[in-house]
C-alpha cells in the first residue's frame, strides 16, 4: 500500500512512501521539524504520536481550538485543513457534520461546506455504499496521516514549480472555497498534467530558425486550418466530383489573359478534397492536353515513391474532361498557405500596387483565394526596397540573407540527391516551383509533370540531372540578386559582382560551379563536398525546432481528454428524464457526480461570488480523468452533509452514467 507525497523539492519526482513502516512516520526530512505545527494535531486536534516520538511542535489544547480554521488564501488553506477524512472515507455513509472540537473552534459561524481537502489516501478503495448516517470517522492505526512529509505542511504553491507559467500565474490568485473553507491545492502527478519544458533546456525560447515563436506559431496553424477549409466563390463552374475529389477551390485567382502556365501550357492549381481520407489535395490541372498512351503515367509511379522532407509529395495522376477539355491531373500533397520562393522573393510590386510577375509575359496576379500569411510571418524580414519599383530594383543586391540561402541551397541540394539517386531528374528547379510551406522550409513541387507531358520523346535523364544543377545555380544567382533574370539578358557579370560584395565567397564558389557548363565532376554528389560545413548548422537548427515544437505539443497534451470529459458531463448533467431517477436523488449512486459538478465548477469564495478559477478546474478534470485515489470532500448544496470520495470513484459514477446513456441511445 503507497500513496504520493508532496515531492521534496521543486523537481516533480514523487516519493512513495510505504505507510506501514513505523520509523517513517516520526523520521523528520526537514531541520526545522520541531518549530513547525503537527499535522495531526491540525487536522484531528491531537497526535497519538506526542509521546511515542513524533518531532513536531503539538501546542497546547487551548491554542488548539483557537487557531484560524481557513485563511484568504491557499496557502494559509494548506495549514488549516479542518475535517477528518479516513482511508476508509469512501465506503463510509454520508457524513452529517455535527459540532466536532474544530468546527466548535471555528471563528466563523458559517457551517462547513464545499471544501477540497485533497488527502493521500493509501488504500484501493472498495465500490462506494453511500447511506445516510451521523458517523463521524475516527483516526485509525491505518490511516497513518502523519506519513505526511513534512513538506506537506508547506504552502502547496511554493515548491512545486511543476506548472507551466500561465498555470502557475492563475493558481497564484488568491482562492476562496466558502465561506468557512479553503481551496488547498494538492501538487499535480507528473502523469496527470506535464509542465513545459523550462526555457533553459531549450537554446532559444523566442523561436528558431525553422520554427516560429509561440504565438506566431499558432497563428499561422489557425490560418492554415482556416485556409484548408475555405469554399470557392460561386460561377466557378467547377465540377462537383472527380475521381473522388470534391470541393474543388482554385488556388490562384487569376484573370483571364493572364492564365497560370506551367512553363509553356496553361495550368491551373486546385485544393480539393479527396472522399476517402478527406484530406485537402493540390490538383495541378494542364488545361488541353491529350495523352495518347497509358505508359505516360509510368513515371508517377517511380515518383510516388519518392518521400523527402524537401519534395511535395506526388499521388496520382489521370486525365479528366470534366472541365469540357483533355485535361491532365497530377495530384499532389497539400500545403495550406504556401507561397512560391518567386512569391516570396521575387514577385515585384508594379506601380499600380499589384503585384506582378517579371517573367510571366507580364501576366498579373491578382490575388490569392486564401488567405495569405504576411512575409514575416516565415521569417523572411524583407528589405524595404521590396516593395519600390521593378525598374529601381534591378540588379541592386537586395537579395535574400546569407543564413537563409544556406538553408535553401542544403535543402534544394538534398531533394536533388535523393530524386536523382531513384534515377530520376527534378526539371522543375524553379522560384515559381518551389514552395515555401514553414519558416524556411522548402519544397519542391510540381515533380512528375514533365515526365508524363514528355514521356514519348525518350529523353536522356543524365542530361536532364544536369540541367537540374544548372537551374538550381540559376536561382541561386535570381536569390541573391533578387532578379529572376540575373542570369540572362547581359546581367551575368553585374549579378556576379553583386554576389562577390554582398555574399560570402562560398556562395559564390557554389553558384559559379552549378552554373558552369561541362565541368568534368559536376554532380549532386561533388556539391554536397562543397556545402558539407552547411550541413551541421541546418541539422542543429532543425533539431532545436524540433525541441520548440515538442515543448509545444506537451501544452496542448491534455485538450482532447478534457474535451471528451467535458463532453461527457455536458451528456450526463442536468437531464431532465434523470430529475424522477432514485439514483440521481440524494441517497443514489449517481448523487456523486451532481455534488462533484458543484465541486468543480460552482465554488464560491467567502463573499458568495463565484470562483472562476480555471487551475482548480484542470486540475480536477485531470485527476478525474486519470482517476485517482485522491480523494475530495463533496458537500451538498445544503451543506448539511457530505462525501468522502476518491477521483477514482467518481471516475466510475461517470464513465457508468455515460455507458448507460450510449446503450440506451444505441438501443433505440
Ligand atoms: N502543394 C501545394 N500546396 C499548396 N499550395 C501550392 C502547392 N503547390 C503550389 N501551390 C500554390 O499554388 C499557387 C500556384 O502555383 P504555381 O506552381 O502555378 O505557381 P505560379 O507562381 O503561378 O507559377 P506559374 O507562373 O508557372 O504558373 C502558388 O501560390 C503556390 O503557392
Not at 488548539?64 to 479516513?86: D, E, H, M, N, Q
Not at 515555401?436 to 509533370?449: D, E, H, M, Q, Y
Amino acid at each position: 500500500m503507497a500513496f504520493f507525497a508532496r515531492p521534496a523539492s521543486a523537481s516533480a519526482a514523487v516519493r512513495i512512501v510505504n505507510p506501514n513502516t513505523q520509523n517513517e512516520l516520526v523520521q523528520p526530512t526537514r531541520k526545522d521539524s520541531g518549530q513547525r505545527r503537527c499535522r495531526n494535531v491540525m487536522i484531528y486536534g491531537f497526535c497519538k504520536y506526542e509521546d511515542k516520538g513524533c518531532v513536531y511542535y503539538h501546542p497546547p489544547a487551548e491554542e488548539v481550538f483557537s487557531a484560524p480554521l481557513r485563511s484568504a488564501s491557499p496557502a494559509a488553506a494548506a495549514t488549516t485543513g479542518t475535517s477528518p477524512i479516513s482511508a476508509h472515507a469512501v465506503n463510509a455513509p454520508v457524513f452529517v457534520p455535527k459540532a466536532s472540537s474544530l468546527s466548535l473552534a471555528s471563528s466563523s459561524p458559517a457551517p462547513v461546506n464545499r471544501q477540497s481537502l485533497a488527502s493521500p489516501t493509501p488504500s484501493s478503495p472498495a465500490p462506494p455504499d453511500y447511506h445516510q448516517s451521523t458517523e463521524h470517522y475516527s483516526y485509525s492505526d491505518s490511516e497513518q496521516v502523519a506519513d505526511l512529509e513534512p513538506q506537506y505542511y508547506d504552502d502547496p504553491q511554493a515548491q512545486y514549480t511543476g506548472y507551466s507559467s500561465a498555470y502557475a500565474q492563475n493558481m497564484e490568485v488568491p482562492f476562496y472555497a466558502g465561506p468557512s473553507q479553503m481551496y488547498m491545492s494538492e501538487p499535480l502527478d507528473h502523469h496527470l498534467y506535464t509542465p513545459a519544458i523550462p526555457s533553459t533546456f531549450i537554446s532559444s525560447s523566442t523561436g528558431n530558425h525553422f520554427v516560429n515563436p509561440s504565438l506566431e506559431l499558432r497563428q499561422i496553424l489557425q490560418e492554415r486550418s482556416h485556409t484548408s477549409r475555405s469554399s470557392a466563390l460561386l460561377g466557378l463552374n467547377l465540377p462537383e466530383e472527380l475521381q473522388g475529389y470534391h470541393t474543388f477551390v482554385p488556388i490562384d485567382t487569376v484573370s483571364p489573359p493572364d492564365r497560370k502556365k506551367f512553363f509553356n501550357l496553361n495550368s491551373v492549381v486546385y485544393r480539393a478534397v479527396n472522399s476517402t481520407d478527406g484530406i485537402p489535395y493540390v490538383l495541378r490541372r494542364i488545361e488541353n492536353f491529350r495523352l495518347m498512351q497509358q505508359a505516360a503515367f509510368n513515371p508517377i509511379e517511380a515518383w510516388s515513391q519518392i518521400r523527402h522532407p524537401n519534395i511535395v509529395p506526388v499521388h496520382e495522376a489521370f486525365t479528366t474532361r470534366a472541365f469540357n477539355d483533355n485535361s491532365l491531373i497530377v495530384v499532389y500533397s497539400y500545403y495550406a498557405n504556401s507561397q512560391t520562393l518567386f512569391d516570396v522573393h521575387l514577385k515585384h510590386v508594379s506601380p499600380s500596387g499589384y503585384p506582378q510577375h517579371q517573367n510571366g509575359g507580364g501576366r498579373i496576379t491578382l490575388g490569392h483565394s486564401h488567405s495569405v500569411p504576411s512575409l514575416t510571418h516565415y521569417g523572411q524580414h524583407l528589405p524595404s526596397s521590396f516593395t519600390t519599383s521593378q525598374s529601381m530594383r534591378q540588379l541592386t543586391p537586395n537579395g535574400i540573407p546569407e543564413r537563409i540561402l544556406w538553408s535553401y541551397i542544403v535543402q534544394i541540394a538534398s531533394a536533388i540527391k535523393r530524386v536523382h539517386e531513384a534515377g530520376l531528374a527534378v526539371r522543375t528547379i524553379d522560384a515559381t516551383k518551389i514552395i515555401l510551406t514553414g519558416k524556411n522550409r522548402v519544397r519542391i513541387g510540381s515533380c512528375a509533370v514533365w515526365d508524363v507531358l514528355t514521356y514519348d520523346q525518350h529523353l536522356d535523364v543524365v542530361s536532364f540531372q544536369h540541367d537540374d544543377l544548372q537551374q538550381f545555380g540559376r536561382l541561386i544567382f535570381a536569390l541573391c540578386c533578387n532578379n529572376p533574370q540575373a542570369t540572362t539578358n547581359g546581367n551575368f557579370q553585374k549579378s556576379l559582382e553583386i554576389i562577390s560584395k554582398t555574399y560570402s565567397h562560398d556562395v559564390k564558389s557554389i553558384a559559379l560551379f552549378l552554373i558552369s557548363k561541362n565541368h568534368p565532376h559536376k554532380n549532386i554528389g561533388t556539391v554536397f563536398e562543397m556545402i558539407n560545413g552547411k550541413l551541421l548548422t541546418e541539422l542543429d537548427d532543425a533539431l532545436e525546432g524540433m525541441d520548440l515544437l515538442e515543448n509545444e505539443m506537451l501544452s496542448e497534451l491534455e485538450n482532447a481528454r478534457l474535451v471528451r470529459l467535458l463532453c461527457k458531463f455536458g451528456f450526463i448533467n442536468e437531464r431532465p428524464e434523470f430529475a424522477r431517477d432514485s439514483r440521481w436523488s440524494e441517497t443514489g449512486d449517481r448523487y456523486i457526480i451532481k455534488l462533484f459538478r458543484d465541486y468543480v465548477f460552482h465554488q464560491i469564495d467567502e463573499h458568495g461570488n463565484p470562483v472562476t478559477n480555471m487551475s482548480h478546474v484542470l486540475t480536477c478534470l485531470n485527476k478525474l480523468d486519470a482517476g485517482t485515489e485522491e480523494k475530495i470532500m463533496l458537500i451538498a448544496r445544503d451543506d448539511q452533509s457530505c462525501l468522502v470520495v476518491s477521483y477514482k470513484d467518481i471516475k466510475t459514477c461517470v464513465e457508468a452514467a455515460f455507458s448507460d446513456l450510449s446503450r440506451a441511445s444505441s438501443t433505440r
